[in-house]
């Protein structure tokens, strides 16, 4: 285990329905981040939070709504995703005095299909 | 933006050979890291490569980071069917952004 623990690990939703991924980490780091991997692009970087404070937005669709209450826990809100959104989602966190270019430690993913 | 490219995207090797992994970065890396992540599981931390010319082991891998801090590649001698998965390298800039990391090598070894 890394110490970075989500939940569900699978999910099937609908394209109506909202749900929501989470994301803790017991290491004490201050950065955490969500990524999108499927098939066709592997690990793609959605969000970054620094310190509770969201640092990168990689044009994410507005589908996809994170929250970060802390420096321990982040959210992923999902409503009316698509079919395409279907992927593994990870959540990483880093510490440490290099920041956000720190190793980074990776959750087990939640695996989602959109139906 | 910085961009990190890697290459191949796919190796299939019988059990014994070598394998290796480029990375390449368009611009100045700060230090280079490399991930494993096997079938149905998630990227792991293998190393990470700081200073210019630097070569580092780990059994049979062997990790080189280049003299002009802008590729990286990963080597293994005599592969085993342990070592199935995709290697993933990720660059970091002095930019204050988060890590790049590139597309991943997914390396199958057959017995």
């Known amino acids: 285990e890394t110490g970075v623990t989500q939940t569900p690990r699978h999910l099937v939703m609908g394209m109506t329905n909202k749900k929501s991924l989470k994301c803790e980490q017991h290491l004490g780091h201050n950065a955490m981040y969500w990524y999108k991997q499927s098939a066709k692009k592997p690990l793609e970087l959605m969000f970054v939070?620094?310190?509770?404070?969201?640092?990168e937005n990689n044009s994410v669709p507005s589908r996809f709504s994170p929250e970060c209450p802390n420096s321990s826990h982040l959210f992923l809100h999902l409503h009316t995703l698509q079919p395409e959104d279907s992927a593994l989602y990870l959540c990483?966190?880093?510490?440490?005095?290099?920041?956000?270019?720190?190793?980074?430690?990776f959750g087990p993913g939640t695996r989602l299909t959109v139906l | 933006g910085q961009q990190v490219m890697q290459i191949p995207q796919y190796q299939h090797v019988q059990e014994g050979e070598d394998f290796t992994t480029y990375c390449n970065s368009s611009?100045?890396?700060?230090?280079i890291q490399w991930y494993k992540q096997r079938p149905g599981g998630h990227p792991v931390f293998l190393i990470q490569l700081v200073k210019s010319g630097e070569v580092k082991k780990q059994k049979r891998l062997t990790f080189q980071f280049g003299e002009a801090k802008k590729n990286s590649s990963l080597h293994i001698t005599a592969t085993q069917t342990t070592d199935v998965g995709t290697y993933f390298c990720a660059g970091a800039s002095n930019s204050g952004y988060a890590l790049n990391f590139g597309k991943g090598t997914s390396l199958l070894v057959t017995p």
């Open positions: 611009t100045t890396l700060s230090n």
């Open positions: 939070y620094n310190f509770k404070e969201q640092t």
């Open positions: 990483a966190s880093s510490g440490g005095l290099a920041g956000l270019t720190d190793t980074q430690y």
